[in-house]
T-cell receptor, first 109, second 116 residues
Framework: KNEVEQSPQNLTAQEGEFITINCSYSVGISALHWLQQHPGGGIVSLFMLSSGKKKHGRLIATINIQEKHSSLHITASHPRDSAVYICAVWGGSNYKLTFGKGTLLTVNP | DTGVSQNPRHKITKRGQNVTFRCDPISEHNRLYWYRQTLGQGPEFLTYFQNEAQLEKSRLLSDRFSAERPKGSFSTLEIQRTEQGDSAMYLC??????????????FGPGTRLTVL
């Protein structure tokens, strides 16, 4: 079983819809990252959080350390949000990220 | 553009050949990471440098793989005697050591390796 599980694996939405992507992890962590990967490989860090909630524009990330669960929300989704969203945690070693498999989001106009 | 560059962006090679990839991190970043990503999977940690010291290596990094960061700036990842199973995207990331070990990592665009 992967230490980091994301759901759903694939998500298709209509423009304007509210999107939620979930991440559960089984190890103790000191921080969790949400990353965005566009076709072609480039990865961009969206959030790093260790407690509570962070907001950046239309993106909101929450984490519940006790339940070992995080969510990424996208409000008023847009086709340019289409990408793979990856959850990654600092767990075990202090120096490596452990990644989920990613959630492929497609937002249709 | 995150400021981390990787070369080449694509590499096609025949099985058994050696390949070398280069990563140039953001200049003030002293931490550098290599990851490997296969299709449909998240990246997997390969190795980590703080300055020129290689502090951790994954068991995924077989003896055919070697990474260096000789002057604490750019890094190279070499794969000897490539196998078809080495086909993947190789990602480099860098970060700046701050007050914690969980500094934001900035990723390069990756080098896509195809072994025929």
């Amino acid at each position: 079983k992967n230490e980091v599980e994301q759901s759903p694996q694939n998500l298709t939405a209509q423009e304007g819809e509210f999107i939620t992507i979930n991440c559960s992890y089984s190890v103790g962590i000191s921080a969790l990252h949400w990353l965005q990967q566009h076709p072609g490989g480039g990865i961009v860090s969206l959030f790093m959080l260790s407690s509570g909630k962070k907001k950046h524009g239309r993106l909101i990330a929450t984490i519940n350390i006790q339940e070992k669960h995080s969510s990424l929300h996208i409000t008023a989704s847009h086709p340019r949000d289409s990408a793979v969203y990856i959850c990654a945690v600092w767990g075990g070693s202090n120096y490596k990220l452990t990644f989920g498999k990613g959630t492929l989001l497609t937002v249709n106009p | 553009d995150t400021g981390v560059s990787q070369n080449p962006r694509h590499k096609i090679t025949k099985r058994g050949q050696n390949v070398t990839f280069r990563c140039d991190p953001i200049s003030e970043h002293n931490r550098l990471y290599w990851y490997r990503q296969t299709l449909g999977q998240g990246p997997e940690f390969l190795t980590y440098f703080q300055n020129e010291a290689q502090l951790e290596k994954s068991r995924l990094l077989s003896d055919r793989f070697s990474a260096e960061r000789p002057k604490g700036s750019f890094s190279t990842l070499e794969i000897q005697r490539t196998e078809q199973g080495d086909s993947a995207m190789y990602l480099c990331a860098s970060s700046r050591k701050g007050s914690s070990s969980t500094d934001t990592q900035y990723f390069g665009p990756g080098t896509r390796l195809t072994v025929l």
